[in-house]
C-alpha cells in the first residue's frame, strides 16, 4: 500500500469519511492552480480539510506555510472547529477572511511609514458613545455619509437611501472602477457620485488620521502589494499554499490581492461554484471563474457534481434549472441517494393562505430545527414571525433586520394614529403634512408651528394661515376622517389612511421624486395590515410592533435550538435543512422587475433559486398564490419551469402549458437545432433571449456567436437542450 492511500484509509478508519474519486484528486493535486468547482452538497468543507490536512500530515508541509481564505468570521470559525475535529493532534492552519489578511497588510505598512489610520466601520451605536460628551459627532462611515447628505441636499438620508449608497461606493471599489467612470455606475441615490468624491477627500484630509472603511482596506492592501516589492515578497515568502473558499462571490480587488500573494510558487486552490455566485450588485466577480485559465493556462479544472445531501427528485430539477444559464461551466449535478417525492407546488388563493399553512403545517413537525422557510426579501419575514409567535411555534432569525421597525413608513403610519388621538400636535403633523391630501405647503406648516393656542391644527389652518381655495375643502375633509379613525380598529385605521387621506398616492410620487421601489413600500404597509388584524386597538397595534421588534432581537440568539430556521435565500447558503419551505414565489419578488431588464441579473435570480432549491435534502415546498391585496399577480416562471420539469406536458397540449418566457426542451421546438454537428461556423442563427447572430466558432462546451450587442461564449449543451437556437431561415 502507497503513502497516499495509507492516508485515505487511515482516514476513513479513524474519520468514517470516504472520499470520492474527484474529491480525492482534489487533495493529491497540492502543486501548481487548482480550480475546485463544487455543486452544492458535494462535500467541500470535508474536502479542504481532507486537502490542508494531506499537505501537513503527507507532505510535511509546516501549517503556518499554509493559508486559508474564506468568505466570512463564520465560515473561517467552522473550518477551524471542523479541521480540529479531523486532526486534532495538528496545529491549525491559518484561516481567516480576505479582509483580516488585507488589515494585517495595511496596519504593518501604514506602520511602518508612520502613517496615522483610524477604521471607521462597526457598531454605530457604539461610535456614538465613545463620542459622547465630545462636541465632535463619532467617526463613522454612516454618519460622515449622513452628514454629507444632509449638507447636499438639505434632507435626512433614508435608511434604504443610505444602505443603497454604501453598496454603490463598495461595488466602486470591488470592482476597481476608476473615478473618471463613477457616473456611469447606476444608483438612485441622488448625488451619489458627489457624495462619493467628498466621502473620498473628507477621509484623507478631513481629520489628522487616514480614514479606512472595509473596502478601503482591500483597496489600500492591493495597492501596497502592487507598489511595494518589500511587502509583496515577504508576504509572497509567508505562505507555500494558499486556498480561497466561496470563490464565487470574491471581488476583483479581493482576486487580485490573492494573484499577487501566489505569483511566485502559483500554488493556488480556488474552490467555487460559479452556479451559486450572488453578490454580483456588491462586486462579486464570477467571471473571474470562468477565464481562470486565462490567468493560470496550467490549471488543473475539477467538477465535484456529486450531490450527497438531496434526494434525486431535487437535484435532477435544480440542475435541469441551473443549465438554462448561458455564463456558466457545464456541471451535471447528480446524486446515488435513494428517490424519495416530487418537489411540491402549493398554489394558495390569497397571499395572507401563505402564512396560514405554514403554521399548520409546521404545527405537526416535532423537530422544528429540521425545518427552513426562505425568501427573498427580509420583508417577508415579519409577517412568518408575526404569526409563528402567535402560534408559539420557535423561530431562528438567520439574517434578522431590525430596520423593518424603524422605517420611515411605520413611522408614518404611527404618526397618522397619533393624530387620532389628538390634533392639537403640530409636531406631528409636521412629519406627515406632505403625505396626505391635506396638500399644506412648507411655508403653511411653518406658519402652523408658531401658534400655540393648543387648539386643533386643522382649526389653526382654518382659521389662522392663509390657504388656497381649493385647500378649505379638503382640510375639513381631512379633519373630519381624523376625527372618525378615533377608536378605530388599527386594520380599518390603515385603509382609511392609505386611500381616504391619499397617503399611498403620496408614495407614488415620493417614489417618482427619490427613486424609491413602490413596490417595496406598499409590502410594508401590507405587512402593517397584517400583524393589525386581529387587534382591536391601535394602541394595540403600536404595543405589538414594539413586541414584535423585541422578539426579533432574541430570535437572533435561537441558533442550533429546536427552532424553525427563517432566511433570506442569500443567506442560506452553506446551510441544509430536511424539510424547505420557499415562499412568495411570484412574479415582481422573484424574478423582480429589476431581473427581467437584464439578463446578467436575470441568470443571477436563476441561480437565488437554485440555491434555495438545493439547501433541501427531502422535502422541498414551492409556495406561491394568486392574489395579494385583491390584485392578481402572476406565480414565478421559476414555478412554472420545476412544473413543468417534472411534469410535461403531452403532444398536443396549449402553448400556455408553459411560460413562453422561459426556455423548453428541444422537442417542443421543432426547428430547434438539436445536434452539435447542426452548428455550423459562419451559419446565421436565432437565439431564444439574443437574438439574431452568426456562429463564429464551436467546440465541445462553448458555441461562440456574434449578436448585434457582441460576442458570447454560450454553453454548447445549454443551446442543444433547451432548443435555443434555430437557423435564421427556420426562425423567418
Keep these: 500500500m502507497n503513502k497516499t492511500s495509507s492516508f485515505f484509509l487511515r482516514k476513513k478508519e479513524e474519520l468514517g469519511v470516504e472520499l470520492n474519486e474527484i474529491q480525492k484528486q482534489a487533495v493529491l493535486q497540492t502543486e501548481g492552480p487548482l480550480l475546485l468547482l463544487a455543486s452544492p452538497g458535494s462535500g467541500k468543507t470535508t474536502t479542504i480539510i481532507m486537502r490542508i490536512g494531506y499537505l501537513i500530515e503527507e507532505k510535511g508541509v509546516p501549517p503556518r506555510r499554509i493559508k486559508a481564505v474564506t468568505f466570512s468570521r463564520a465560515s473561517a470559525n467552522d473550518m477551524k472547529e471542523r479541521f480540529k475535529a479531523f486532526f486534532p493532534e495538528l496545529t491549525p492552519v491559518d484561516f481567516s477572511t480576505i479582509h483580516s489578511l488585507a488589515f494585517e497588510v495595511v496596519r504593518e505598512h501604514f506602520r511602518a511609514t508612520q ?6 466601520e462597526g457598531d454605530v451605536d457604539a461610535a456614538q458613545q465613545e463620542a459622547s460628551g465630545s462636541e465632535q459627532l463619532p467617526l463613522h462611515k454612516k454618519i460622515i455619509l449622513r452628514n454629507l447628505y444632509k449638507a447636499i441636499t438639505g434632507e435626512n438620508i433614508t435608511d434604504d437611501q443610505l444602505d443603497e449608497l454604501t453598496t454603490y461606493i463598495s461595488y466602486i471599489k470591488n470592482k476597481m472602477i476608476p473615478s473618471e467612470q463613477w457616473s456611469a455606475v447606476k444608483v438612485e441615490v441622488p448625488h451619489a457620485e458627489q457624495m462619493l468624491r467628498e466621502y473620498e477627500h473628507f477621509k484623507q484630509s478631513g481629520t489628522h488620521s487616514l480614514l479606512l472603511d472595509y473596502d478601503d482596506m482591500l483597496v489600500v492592501c492591493e495597492r501596497i502589494l502592487a507598489e511595494n516589492e518589500g511587502v509583496l515578497r515577504r508576504y509572497q515568502r509567508r505562505y507555500d499554499y494558499v486556498l480561497t473558499d466561496e470563490s464565487q462571490d470574491t471581488s476583483r480587488v479581493q482576486h487580485a490581492i490573492i494573484e499577487k500573494l501566489v505569483q511566485q510558487h502559483r500554488n493556488l486552490c480556488v474552490v467555487a461554484d460559479d452556479d451559486q455566485s450572488l453578490y454580483s450588485w456588491r462586486g462579486a466577480d464570477p467571471a473571474y471563474l470562468l477565464n481562470f485559465k486565462q490567468v493560470y493556462p496550467e490549471a488543473l479544472i475539477l467538477f465535484m457534481e456529486q450531490n450527497y445531501r438531496s434526494t434525486p427528485e431535487i437535484v435532477n430539477v435544480a440542475n435541469t434549472l441551473i443549465q438554462r444559464n448561458q455564463d456558466r461551466y457545464p456541471k451535471k449535478m447528480f446524486t446515488e441517494n435513494p428517490p424519495h417525492k416530487p418537489i411540491e407546488i402549493r398554489h394558495l388563493d390569497d397571499y395572507s393562505d401563505q402564512v396560514k399553512y405554514l403554521v399548520n403545517e409546521i404545527q405537526q413537525i416535532k423537530n422544528f430545527a429540521e425545518v427552513a422557510i426562505l425568501y427573498r426579501n427580509n420583508s417577508s419575514s415579519i409577517a412568518l414571525m408575526n404569526e409563528f409567535d402567535r402560534a408559539g411555534i420557535p423561530f431562528y432569525m438567520k439574517d434578522a433586520d431590525n430596520r423593518f421597525f424603524s422605517h420611515w413608513v411605520v413611522e408614518d403610519i404611527l404618526n397618522f394614529m397619533r393624530m387620532t388621538f389628538t390634533d392639537k400636535r403640530p409636531d406631528i403633523l409636521e412629519k406627515i403634512h406632505l403625505k396626505f391630501n391635506g396638500y399644506i405647503s412648507k411655508e403653511q406648516m411653518a406658519a402652523l408651528l408658531k401658534i400655540r393656542n393648543e387648539e386643533s391644527v386643522f382649526d389653526n389652518l382654518l382659521n389662522r394661515v392663509p390657504l388656497k381655495d381649493y385647500q378649505v375643502k379638503q382640510l375639513q ?78 430570535a437572533r440568539t435561537k441558533r442550533g435550538q429546536n427552532a424553525v430556521t427563517f432566511s433570506t435565500m442569500h443567506s442560506s447558503k452553506g446551510l441544509e435543512f430536511e424539510r424547505v419551505y420557499m415562499i412568495d414565489l411570484v412574479e415582481g419578488i422573484i424574478p423582480s422587475k429589476a431581473d427581467k431588464e437584464n439578463t446578467d441579473m436575470m441568470e443571477e435570480a436563476t441561480r437565488l433559486f437554485y440555491v434555495g432549491m438545493t439547501r433541501a435534502k427531502k422535502h422541498l415546498e414551492l409556495l406561491t398564490y394568486k392574489k395579494r391585496d385583491g390584485a392578481e399577480v402572476t406565480e414565478s416562471r421559476f414555478v412554472a419551469y420545476v412544473r413543468y420539469i417534472q411534469l410535461p406536458p403531452q403532444a398536443g397540449a396549449p402553448s400556455s402549458a408553459t411560460s413562453p418566457s422561459i426556455p423548453v426542451p428541444a422537442q417542443d421546438n421543432p426547428n430547434a437545432i438539436r445536434r452539435l454537428a447542426e452548428l455550423r461556423e459562419g451559419e446565421s442563427i436565432v437565439h431564444r433571449a439574443f437574438g439574431k447572430g452568426m456562429i463564429v466558432q464551436v467546440n465541445g462546451e462553448r458555441v461562440h456567436i456574434r449578436f448585434e450587442t457582441g460576442e458570447k461564449a454560450l454553453s454548447t449543451t445549454t443551446c442543444l437542450q433547451m432548443g435555443l437556437l434555430e437557423r435564421a431561415e427556420d426562425a423567418s
Excluded at 115 to 120: A, E, N, V
Excluded at 492 to 507: F, Q, T
Excluded at 540 to 551: D, Q
Design 477 to 554: 375633509m381631512c379633519k373630519e376622517t381624523f376625527q372618525e379613525m378615533k377608536g378605530m380598529p388599527p386594520l380599518h385605521a390603515i385603509r382609511v389612511i392609505r386611500d381616504r387621506l391619499g397617503y399611498e398616492k403620496a408614495l407614488e410620487k415620493i417614489c417618482e421624486w427619490k427613486g424609491f421601489r413602490m413596490e417595496y413600500l406598499l409590502g410594508i404597509l401590507n405587512t402593517l395590515e397584517e400583524i393589525a388584524a386581529e387587534l382591536a386597538t391601535m394602541e394595540e397595534f403600536a404595543a405589538r410592533l414594539k413586541y414584535l421588534e423585541s422578539i426579533l432581537r432574541t
Design 115 to 120: 502613517t496615522p489610520f483610524q477604521i471607521i
